[in-house]
Nanobody, 124 residues
Framework: QVQLVESGGGLVQAGGSLRLSCAAS????????IAWFRQAPGKGREPIAT???????DYVDSVKGRFTVSRDNAKNTVFLQMNSLKPEDTAVYYC??????????????????WGQGTQVTVSS
């Protein structure tokens, strides 16, 4: 069964750090672009960062310099290191596998496999 499973969320104070994991089964993460999205209450799903098959990364402006996406091929896992967290980072965080190569990575419609999400709460 093909699936992605996120973990590592939790409650943290503003300025703190968390590392999210996206563990894959039934697929090899190094052969797909994998992205992180988040969704805050009452808001749409927002793209955050992506890592391509070559290992190149891209981020939205709101997290540049604070978040880092990486991949461990041996563990078949993608990570999102989040530093200097702010209350506005509070959301459910999802990882997703990109299917549609011609779509922009920020478009949620490009992805076919999503994890169940992990809650990140940043207190002020």
């Amino acid at each position: 069964q093909v699936q992605l499973v996120e973990s590592g969320g939790g409650l943290v104070q503003a300025g703190g750090s968390l590392r999210l994991s996206c563990a894959a089964s039934g697929l090899t993460v190094s052969t797909y672009s994998i992205a992180w999205f988040r969704q805050a209450p009452g808001k749409g799903r927002e793209p955050i960062a992506t890592i391509s098959t070559s290992g190149s990364t891209d981020y939205v402006d709101s997290v540049k310099g604070r978040f880092t996406v990486s991949r461990d091929n041996a563990k078949n896992t993608v990570f999102l290191q989040m530093n200097s967290l702010k209350p506005e980072d509070t959301a459910v965080y999802y990882c997703a596998k990109k299917l549609r190569l011609l779509y922009m990575w920020r478009d949620p419609n490009a992805y076919d496999i999503w994890g169940q999400g992990t809650q990140v709460t940043v207190s002020s």
